[in-house]
Nanobody, 114 residues
């Protein structure tokens, strides 16, 4: 079992920044990859960014150049730095981790006002 706890959501004006954190605990050995999805109201959950243990990253086209994913292996934590936020980034952001199964965090809400 893997437990994921997210921090860092909130309300921000367009053009602002937020950093999300996701701390993993439990059976964390060999978690790969970790990353973030988001789900906007009335829309399907979509991939935002992923990062492997080899530091390979993948981003949704809509966030490339604005969002950066990183991880601190010593803290078992993955981060999502979000810059130049837009109203269309408003969503609930979910951390995920894959180790045999896909595990999800509880979600953290990000609201970007125009």
């Amino acid at each position: 079992q893997v437990q994921l706890v997210e921090f860092g959501g909130g309300l921000v004006q367009a053009g602002g920044s937020l950093r999300l954190s996701c701390a993993a605990s439990g059976s964390i050995f060999s978690i790969n990859p970790m990353g973030w999805y988001r789900q906007a109201p009335g829309k399907q959950r979509e991939l935002v960014a992923t990062m492997t243990t080899g530091d390979s990253t993948n981003y949704a086209d809509s966030v490339k150049g604005r969002f950066t994913i990183s991880r601190d292996n010593a803290k078992n934590t993955v981060y999502l730095q979000m810059n130049s936020l837009k109203p269309e980034d408003t969503a609930v952001y979910y951390c995920y981790a894959f180790r045999i199964l896909t595990y999800w965090g509880q979600g953290t809400r990000v609201t970007v006002s125009a």
